[in-house]
Nanobody
Framework: RVQLVENGGGSVQAGGSLRITCVAS????????MGWFRQAPGKEREGVAI????????YYADSVKGRFTVSLENATYTLTLQMNSLKPDDTAMYYC??????????????????????????WGQGTQVTVSS
């Protein structure tokens, strides 16, 4: 069965950095989308960054552009999120998710729906990121 395990969360002061990783096991598709989502207390879960094996990064939330970098090691299904210049508003539980994305080459061929959390069928348990002011 498919399992996703996140690691690397923790507490940091504003302006600091953290790196979180997610490893998927039991998933054997070559073309897939894998992404980070987060949920802050009292708020809905939102997308942070999503990457497509057939084309690269296809989504960053506006709030993290220029501060966060997502990367993927295809062969090991390992997704990494490097978070710099962290803000208290980044405090949330961060979840990774994976789903088959069998589209053509290039992120422009991936339908918009694949950027939405409802598209993803496999989720990790989450890792907590806390940023203090």
């Amino acid at each position: 069965r498919v399992q996703l395990v996140e690691n690397g969360g923790g507490s940091v002061q504003a302006g600091g950095s953290l790196r979180i990783t997610c490893v998927a096991s039991g998933f054997t598709h070559i073309r897939y989308c894998m992404g980070w989502f987060r949920q802050a207390p009292g708020k809905e879960r939102e997308g942070v960054a999503i990457i497509y094996t057939g084309g690269g990064v296809m989504y960053y939330a506006d709030s993290v552009k220029g501060r966060f970098t997502v990367s993927l090691e295809n062969a090991t299904y390992t997704l990494t999120l490097q978070m710099n210049s962290l803000k208290p508003d980044d405090t949330a539980m961060y979840y990774c998710a994976i789903e088959v994305c069998a589209y053509g080459d290039g992120v422009e061929n991936v339908p918009v729906v694949a950027r939405e959390q409802d598209y993803f069928g496999y989720w990790g348990q989450g890792t907590q990121v806390t940023v203090s002011s």
